[in-house]
């Protein structure tokens, strides 16, 4: 089964629309990473949570860490055709410096 | 100055045939990795390297050999290629449990 479970797979939103993308664990989190890829292009690192209840912003975009579900929410503000792409959670699920694992990624449209 | 980088961005190759994939990092990270994604964007990690010795080898194929000339080099050689290798191969580099990944703009092999 799927370590990191990602939703929704694919997200059509309106341009100027909010939207939320989801992960969450099957194991405990040392740490979750939002990551960014457009079509052909490599991982564009967002942001990194570790804490629970942590919360990080970057422009319109605002991750939170929920620990004790083992999830972590991406949110989107007034979303742009710039924010078009495919989002990939990543996590630590071991302690130490070991490869991350990765949702199935989001597929974001924003549509003018 | 680009972090990570990877050559090449492409290569297509017949079925049968050995190709190599170089990733270098000059972030003065320990620790190397290789993953696979593949045609459903699902990122896996195929191989991790610390300090040029090999720590972590997820269930691929004898045909895939990593090799780490030193610590800021991590390169990746398939023999025999197959129709099923085709993916697009992301090398990425960590220095310290905690922080982020970062990643290389990857190789998308195709083997026809």
């Known amino acids: 089964s799927q370590e990191l479970e990602q939703s929704p797979q694919s997200l059509i939103v309106q341009e100027g629309k909010n939207l939320t993308i989801n992960c969450t664990s099957s194991?405990?989190?040392?740490?979750l990473y939002w990551y960014k890829q457009k079509y052909g292009e490599g991982l564009i690192f967002l942001m990194m949570?570790?804490?629970?209840?942590e919360e990080k912003s970057h422009e319109k975009i605002t991750a939170k860490l929920d620990e004790k579900k083992q999830q972590s929410s991406l949110h989107i503000t007034a979303s742009q055709p710039s924010h078009a792409g495919i989002y990939l959670c990543?996590?630590?699920?071991?302690?130490?410096?070991?490869?991350?694992?990765f949702g199935k990624g989001t597929r974001l449209s924003v549509i003018a | 100055d680009t972090a990570v980088s990877q050559t090449p961005k492409y290569l297509v190759t017949q079925m049968g045939n050995d190709k190599s994939i170089k990733c270098e990092q000059n972030?003065?990270?320990?620790?190397m990795y290789w993953y696979k994604q593949d045609s459903k964007k699902f990122l896996k990690i195929m191989f991790s390297?610390?300090?040029?010795?090999?720590?972590i080898n997820e269930t691929v194929p004898n045909r895939f050999s990593p090799k780490s000339p030193d610590k800021a080099h991590l390169n990746l050689h398939i023999n025999s290629l197959e129709l099923g290798d085709s993916a697009v191969y992301f090398c990425a580099s960590r220095g310290t449990s905690g922080y982020e990944q970062f990643f290389g703009p990857g190789t998308r092999l195709t083997v026809l």
């Open positions: 194991k405990t989190l040392y740490g």
């Open positions: 390297y610390n300090n040029k010795e090999l720590i």
């Open positions: 949570l570790q804490k629970g209840g």
């Open positions: 990543g996590a630590d699920i071991r302690p130490g410096n070991t490869p991350l694992v």
């Open positions: 972030l003065g990270h320990d620790t």
